[in-house]
């Protein structure tokens, strides 16, 4: 099971990836061109805003694997393992929870958006396409939280450092 958690959120990340290396290309041609005195490529700035929620989104289920989202264990350091891994146990069902909310209510607003006809201003691209990748990364952080939660060995479960 892990393998396969493992792939599809590299395989997720590596999309988020190729997004932010066109638009990072995009802007420098971009640039280059403003800099020659020539008009600079249209919209650009719609692509930086449009690929960080595409990025944002598809890398999340990687971030979530490696348990890579901030751990406040402050108060909790001085607890016995078995507590803590208790406490972390908790918490994956809980993100997990919050990942599944987060995706339904963001289906919601990308199938009210979509209904709006809300495009761009410049490139007239739709807005709702950005939600795509949102649904994805969050719908596979989510599984993704449950399977560490009650299908992965205990120890993988656990935050590094303990």
């Known amino acids: 099971m892990h393998v396969w958690m493992e792939r599809l959120a590299r ?3 590596a999309l988020g990836g190729c ?3 066109g638009v990072a ?3 420098a041609v971009s640039v280059v061109m403003r800099n020659l005195g020539l008009q600079g490529v249209r919209g650009d700035f719609e692509l930086v805003e449009l690929s960080c929620a595409y990025a ?3 890398f999340l289920p ?3 694997l490696h348990r890579g989202h901030v751990v406040v ?3 909790t ?3 016995p393992t078995h507590v803590i891994a208790g406490i972390d146990w908790v918490w994956l069902l809980l993100s997990a929870l919050a990942w599944a ?3 339904f209510f963001t289906v919601h607003g990308l199938t009210e958006i979509r209904d709006y006809g809300d495009r761009t201003m410049l490139l007239s691209i739709p807005v709702w396409w950005a939600f795509v990748p949102a649904v994805l990364g969050l719908g596979a952080s989510s599984v993704i939280a449950l399977a560490q939660a009650f299908l992965l060995p205990r120890a993988t479960t656990l935050h590094s450092g303990h």
């Open 101 to 103: 909310a987060l995706c």
């Open 56 to 58: 944002a989104g598809l």
């Open 73 to 75: 264990d402050l108060f």
């Open 19 to 21: 997004v932010m290396f």
């Open 25 to 27: 290309l995009t802007v």
């Open 62 to 64: 990687l971030c979530q």
């Open 11 to 13: 395989l997720l990340a």
């Open 77 to 79: 350091n001085w607890l």
